[in-house]
């Protein structure tokens, strides 16, 4: 065993003097009063001890303003830049941020840790296992989150759904809890005449690589379309009080006070994989007490998959630079159908946005299969596959293979390309969605050949693909497709004929 391993162990062994939090906030447990010399020292030397263990683990520093709770009891798991150790034993190396590939489990997507999985069902086995509170992980803040979620599905396969990030904070080791459910949730649409401090609100928080986003399953509390809250992920440390506040605010606006139902104080939490897992913990604790300590949403849920990708579309199409009428026409019509597609207030949109485990614990929506232009839709058909079939459709990749403009117009071919890909693409992916269904392993190279008109519309467009329906099918999508208006060097409306080649493979 590696000395920083055992000393690790030691160290957060300790912390099994912990009080269990009852909702009460603080950063970590300090000495009990009272006449016991004994238990004094005890917890003194157990906060002495997770302090050392913060400093192998180098776990994450909370930013001013954000609260942690007392340290619980639980076996530990440490996540450095080399390694994953669980009670002092090598469960996986670490080599740029990522797990070995060999030491993955669960599918393409490395859902879980095989080694440390073993280790976690093993130790859930001991009689002590059953006065866990949760497991406590010390993980390095920058590190992906990618790993960090790892580690908190491969407790949830052993059974153990309640994990607790150790921090520093300036009174010392404190933890962030969170819970790892098996399954995506189950909203409830609001009924007529519902009071509104009654209707379900289905919160997310939603981590991208450089952005946070609060939305509502319900969507009283915003879209992905139309976000309650849409923050930049700054270096400065003040995007976590910022959201804290702003889920201060529907709180007091909602219930000011008044007692809620376990329903109604639950939130989740969704990272991108590429998010560092500081700002994954940062977030957690953000959303659990607002300013003053009061409870905001205490039962905090961290889930993975969802797909998010149209909202690139919507970056795209608020931009709202100069353009000419038929074009800004065409994109609030794609507006309007992003919105609509979103949100269906279904089980499978609920599936997707917070996707539970498919049949082989892989998930299906999971962000490392994230890819520009996809939307909503095609996550919803899929998720009703693994609904109805025991072998789902595959998602489809498109990459652009190659690109050519043939006149020189104002027009680049990368700025088509740009809009393809961030408004179109999601069309072109259904076609071959289609054809996926047909042939799962069906691979394809397509030519798209078309020229955009005086008015920015597309004109003359031809597919060419091995597939005749694929072809024709991307065919109409093309028809609708409305870019800038092309002009020659005297600035007059022209015509600007283009050639993109795509590769399309399975998965």
């Known amino acids: 065993m590696r000395p920083w391993a055992r000393v690790a ?13 009852s909702g009460a906030t603080g950063a970590a447990p300090q000495p009990s009063a009272g006449p016991a010399t004994t238990t004094t020292t005890t917890t003194t030397t157990a906060a002495a001890a997770a302090s050392d263990a913060l400093k192998v683990g180098a776990a994450p520093a909370l930013p001013p303003g954000v609260r942690a709770e007392p340290v619980p009891t639980g076996p530990t798991v440490v996540v450095t ?8 034993e090598r469960a ?3 080599d740029g941020g990522q797990v070995d590939p060999a030491e993955l489990m669960g599918g393409s997507t490395g859902t879980r840790i095989s080694r440390l999985e073993q280790l976690a069902t093993m130790q859930a086995r001991l009689p002590e296992a ?3 509170e949760a497991v406590l992980v010390v993980i390095d803040p920058e590190l992906p989150s990618k790993l960090a979620q790892q580690v908190a599905r491969t407790f ?7 994990v607790a990030f150790i921090v520093r904070t300036p009174e010392g080791p404190g933890a962030v809890p969170v819970t790892v459910p098996s399954q995506a949730p189950s909203m409830a649409g609001s009924s007529p005449g519902q009071p509104p401090d009654q209707a379900p609100l289905g919160l997310v928080v939603a981590l991208l690589p450089d952005r946070v986003l609060v939305v509502s399953l319900s969507r009283l ?11 930049r992920l700054s270096t400065d440390g003040t995007w976590p009080t910022k959201l804290r506040d702003d889920l201060a605010e529907i709180v007091e606006r909602r219930w000011g006070g008044r007692a809620r139902p376990e329903s109604l104080q639950t939130i989740y939490v969704i990272a991108d994989d590429a998010v560092s897992s500081g700002d994954l913990v940062a977030a957690v604790a953000a959303v659990r007490h607002d300013a003053k300590g009061n409870v905001l949403f205490p039962d905090v849920q961290l889930m993975s998959g969802i ?9 795209e199409l608020d931009k709202a630079p100069t353009r000419d009428p038929a074009e800004a026409a065409a994109e609030a019509e794609a507006r309007k159908r992003i919105d609509a597609v979103a ?14 485990e498919g049949r082989e614990g892989v998930g299906e929506g999971d962000l490392s299969k994230r890819a520009p232009g996809s939307d909503l839709a095609e996550q919803v058909e899929a998720a009703r596959d693994r609904e109805h079939n025991a072998t789902p459709t595959p998602m489809g990749r498109i990459a652009v293979a190659g690109k050519k403009a043939l006149d020189d117009t104002s027009l680049a071919v990368d700025d088509t390309l740009r809009k393809i890909q961030t408004v179109y693409m999601a069309g072109l992916k259904r076609c071959y969605k289609h054809e996926l269904k047909k042939d799962p392993t069906l691979r394809e190279r397509a030519e798209l050949a078309f020229a955009v008109g005086h008015t920015g519309r597309t004109i003359r467009a031809k597919v060419t693909a091995m597939t005749l329906d694929f072809s024709r099918c991307v065919e109409g999508q093309m028809t609708s497709w409305v870019f800038s208006v092309p002009r020659d060097a005297d600035g007059e409306a022209t015509e600007a004929s283009f050639i993109i080649v795509l590769a399309l493979t399975p998965d």
């Open 81 to 88: 830049k080399t390694a994953v150790v669980f009670e002092g």
């Open 130 to 132: 059953t006065k866990s």
């Open 343 to 356: 949100f269906q207030e279904d089980s499978a949109w609920v599936d997707v946005l917070v996707a539970s």
């Open 9 to 21: 162990l030691a160290c957060l062994a300790l912390t099994a003097c912990g009080k269990k939090d």
């Open 156 to 162: 949830r396969a052993a059974g153990q759904h309640r």
């Open 307 to 315: 797909e998010l990708a149209f909202a690139p579309e919507r970056d």
């Open 92 to 94: 996986a190396a670490v």
């Open 221 to 231: 509390e915003g879209t992905l379309a139309d976000p309650r809250l849409d923050l």
